[in-house]
């Protein structure tokens, strides 16, 4: 999917309007992601048009891409803070399995759960940087363990 500033420079080369089909090509981009994109554009009133009758930029669209093009939170794409948490989840490389079931634990609504999972934490009497340097030994130890295993199958 083309960024909103690609397609707004895209828009602000063009005299006439252009249909979603030629901006999507020209972006090498989907139709339906090129679409999703002119909405968002269009509900903040930097492009005008719409699929039928094709796309123009808007003085407000040259004005933002000015100063330095249109910049997407994610409240904006709306990924919701449940997906943001999994997504930095994976991106730390904690395993999908323990994402779902902490995020089921931190979304279930029941204030118990996340009170239980305190409480557990704080019964283990580590600081949150001797926990972590916890959770990383375990790792490495079971990283080490298979890769030793596999090299005596070899």
């Known amino acids: ?4 500033t690609q397609v707004l420079d895209a828009l602000n080369t063009k005299e006439a309007v252009i249909s979603t ?3 999507a090509k020209e972006l090498t981009a989907s139709m339906e992601g090129t679409r999703k994109q002119l909405t968002r554009l269009k ?5 005008e048009g719409d699929s039928k ?3 123009l930029i808007t003085a407000e669209g040259r ?3 000015e100063k330095g093009g249109v910049r997407p939170s994610m409240i904006g794409e709306g990924v919701t803070p449940r997906q943001q948490f999994e997504a930095i989840g994976r991106l730390i490389g904690i395993p999908e399995d323990r ?5 089921g634990i931190v979304w279930s609504g029941d204030y118990n759960d996340v009170n239980f999972t305190k409480a557990f934490h704080l019964s283990l009497k580590l600081s949150l940087p001797e ?3 916890q959770s990383l ?9 298979s890769v030793e295993a596999e090299s005596i199958s070899l």
């Open 1 to 4: 999917m083309a960024e909103l």
């Open 99 to 103: 994402i779902v079931l902490a995020t």
């Open 63 to 65: 004005k933002i891409l």
């Open 53 to 55: 009758e094709g796309w």
């Open 21 to 23: 089909a030629d901006l």
């Open 131 to 133: 926990l972590a340097r």
């Open 43 to 47: 509900e903040k009133k930097y492009v």
């Open 137 to 145: 030994k375990r790792e490495r130890t079971s990283f080490q363990v």
